[in-house]
């Protein structure tokens, strides 16, 4: 039995493999104390396995938060267990695109299974979840209606602000404005997305093309980003929000095997 952990700034997401099959998986959204929130989704995975803790063998943590887990064996970087999970699941994807809480990365692997080139966001939480998050507390709006309200503009706003704090400024504008919501919403996905297509065009973007992370469920979102990049994005087998975490349970079934 393995186990990976991925905690992030935002959600702890957790799997537990026996061999290649993923018997429990659990994302846990928390607010802060990433020990705890790591605790957490590990009670909460194993309950859903029928596992005790003495029963993994060997867990490997990844995500902004890996040194805070405290049941790992080992650690690794979110890029090779992207690429270890894409590996397994579908390797005929060679671009990554990772877009999570208050990160963004993307990877490009060649045929043979190697991570060629990589880039990630500087400092900024722009294009990412958390920005998403602020905007729909701004709208008071949920996340599932900020996701699904895209496809209902006739006419989206323009977000021009690159800071997340002055995006949010012109949203309560537009608001105030008497700006119908789904145009609203649909500006702020264009705008993420616009965020996210930057990125990925600083490396060489090679199909199959794949969005995981929590940006990955919204519905918008992914709509615009294939129509910034002309491309069409592949589907995925699991919750985009996994990917992370199951790549770290392959690792550390080779970091038991070895």
């Given at each position: 039995?393995y186990?990976?952990?991925?905690?992030?700034?935002?959600?702890?997401?957790?799997?537990?493999?026996?061999?290649?099959?993923?018997?429990?998986?659990?994302?846990?959204?928390?607010?802060?104390?990433?020990r705890?929130?790591?605790?957490?989704?590990?009670?909460?995975?194993?309950?859903?396995?029928g596992?005790?803790?003495d029963?993994?063998?060997?867990?490997?943590?990844t995500?902004?938060?890996?040194?805070?887990?405290?049941?790992?064996?080992?650690?690794?970087?979110?890029i090779?267990?992207?690429?270890?999970?894409?590996?397994?699941l579908?390797?005929?994807?060679?671009?990554?695109?990772?877009?999570?809480g208050?990160?963004m990365?993307?990877?490009?692997?060649?045929?043979?299974?190697?991570?060629?080139?990589?880039t990630?966001n500087?400092?900024?939480?722009?294009?990412?979840g958390?920005?998403?998050?602020?905007?729909?507390?701004?709208?008071?709006?949920?996340?599932?209606?900020?996701?699904?309200?895209?496809?209902?503009?006739?006419?989206?706003?323009?977000?021009?602000?690159?800071?997340?704090v002055?995006?949010?400024?012109?949203?309560?504008?537009?608001?105030?404005?008497?700006?119908?919501?789904?145009?609203?919403?649909?500006?702020i996905?264009?705008?993420?997305?616009?965020?996210v297509?930057?990125?990925v065009?600083?490396?060489?973007?090679?199909?199959?093309?794949?969005?995981?992370?929590?940006?990955?469920?919204?519905?918008?979102?992914?709509?615009?980003?294939?129509?910034?990049?002309?491309?069409?994005?592949?589907?995925?087998?699991?919750?985009?929000?996994?990917?992370?975490?199951?790549?770290?349970?392959?690792?550390?079934?080779?970091?038991?095997a070895?």
């Amino acid at each position: 039995m393995y186990a990976g952990c991925d905690l992030g700034t935002v959600t702890a997401k957790m799997v537990i493999m026996n061999n290649d099959e993923i018997l429990a998986s659990e994302v846990l959204v928390y607010k802060n104390l990433p020990r705890q929130a790591a605790g957490d989704v590990f009670e909460s995975v194993l309950s859903a396995a029928g596992l005790v803790p003495d029963q993994i063998d060997y867990c490997v943590a990844t995500g902004f938060g890996k040194k805070a887990v405290p049941f790992a064996d080992a650690s690794s970087p979110e890029i090779v267990c992207l690429n270890r999970a894409f590996r397994m699941l579908d390797p005929e994807v060679k671009t990554i695109i990772d877009a999570g809480g208050q990160s963004m990365r993307a990877i490009n692997i060649n045929r043979q299974g190697k991570v060629i080139d990589s880039t990630t966001n500087e400092k900024c939480a722009a294009g990412t979840g958390k920005f998403i998050e602020v905007m729909a507390r701004a709208l008071e709006l949920s996340l599932d209606e900020v996701s699904q309200l895209p496809a209902k503009s006739k006419d989206p706003v323009a977000i021009t602000s690159q800071c997340g704090v002055f995006a949010e400024s012109e949203v309560i504008t537009y608001v105030n404005d008497g700006k119908n919501r789904a145009d609203i919403v649909a500006g702020i996905a264009r705008s993420v997305a616009g965020k996210v297509s930057s990125l990925v065009r600083r490396i060489s973007l090679d199909e199959k093309v794949a969005l995981v992370g929590g940006v990955a469920r919204n519905d918008g979102v992914v709509q615009y980003v294939e129509d910034e990049l002309d491309v069409k994005l592949t589907g995925l087998q699991n919750d985009p929000q996994l990917y992370g975490a199951i790549g770290a349970a392959l690792v550390a079934k080779e970091k038991h095997a070895g």
